[in-house]
């Protein structure tokens, strides 16, 4: 279970932040305030505390707090971003987390390594970790290094298609997860029951839990009926001016 929330207000200079699809157009700011108030709501009626931090202008992607760390149970691991753009956003988040962890349990990723928070996905006390474009081997490397001093375990998954690891695929807890792509026949994967994200609605992969309740993006029907039918509430919150820049639901938050 979840009990806070870390989410950081979308700057004006969003419209400028990093993009794949250009064919999508610049995110509307105004609309996509509208949509992140949206999703603050979303996950406070999931019973956490959510710690809304200011908006950085001088930062056009710092909306995508995942990026900057990796929040579990024993310890806080401090990202070092493989889009140079984004170098100093990690640092930046560093005070609001020790207010939520101690000094000595908090671990940093140091160039030459670059690790990105998108690329981690936590499953129990074992962690999945993409070996992308933005996170590199040295990162990896470290990652799992400081997760062993607390007990824990990880895993590198190469990915060949997508950004980040959680653009195609999402663990919603009781050994449930969604699979789109490239990771659907994926053996690090094989002992999960797999909910199948069709190739047209892959962005609908990236979903969250929180606290037995799943909150999916609008305009992803079968992706949001392959949950209910799992046995989850739903929540469905639109987030279509973040996809612009390649972001999605699980880019948008820290969750610990």
């Known amino acids: ?110 160039s030459p390594g670059t690790m990105e928070g998108g690329d981690v996905m936590m499953v129990g006390d074992h962690f999945y970790i993409g070996l992308s474009a933005r996170t590199n081997e040295e990162g990896c490397r470290q990652f799992k290094e400081a997760l062993a001093k607390y007990g824990y375990t990880c895993s590198v998954v190469s990915l060949e298609e997508v950004l980040h690891l959680k653009t195609g695929v999402n663990y919603v807890e009781n050994n449930n997860m969604l699979v789109s792509g490239e990771f659907i026949e994926k053996e690090d994967f094989k002992s999960f029951n797999k909910i199948i994200v069709p190739v047209e609605e892959a962005y609908g992969a990236n979903c969250i839990w929180v606290n037995d309740t799943v909150i999916v993006p609008e305009g992803y029907p079968t992706v949001e009926k392959g949950i209910r039918d799992a046995g989850y509430k739903v929540i469905v919150t639109d987030t279509s001016e973040y996809r612009k820049l390649d972001g999605g639901l699980s880019c948008l938050s820290l969750r610990f």
């Open 1 to 110: 279970m979840f009990n806070n929330v870390i989410v950081r207000r979308p700057a004006r200079s969003l419209v400028d932040g990093i993009t794949s699809a250009p064919e999508l157009g610049k995110p509307d700011y105004e609309l996509a305030l509208k949509q992140h108030d949206a999703y603050i709501e979303a996950l406070k009626s999931c019973g956490v505390q959510v710690t809304v931090l200011e908006a950085l202008e001088e930062y056009p992607d710092s909306c995508f707090v995942e990026d900057t760390a990796v929040l579990a149970k024993k310890c806080a691991i401090i990202s070092n971003p493989g889009a140079e753009t984004r170098r100093g956003e990690s640092a930046l988040m560093v005070d609001t987390i020790k207010k939520f962890y101690s000094d000595d349990q908090i671990e940093y990723i140091k």
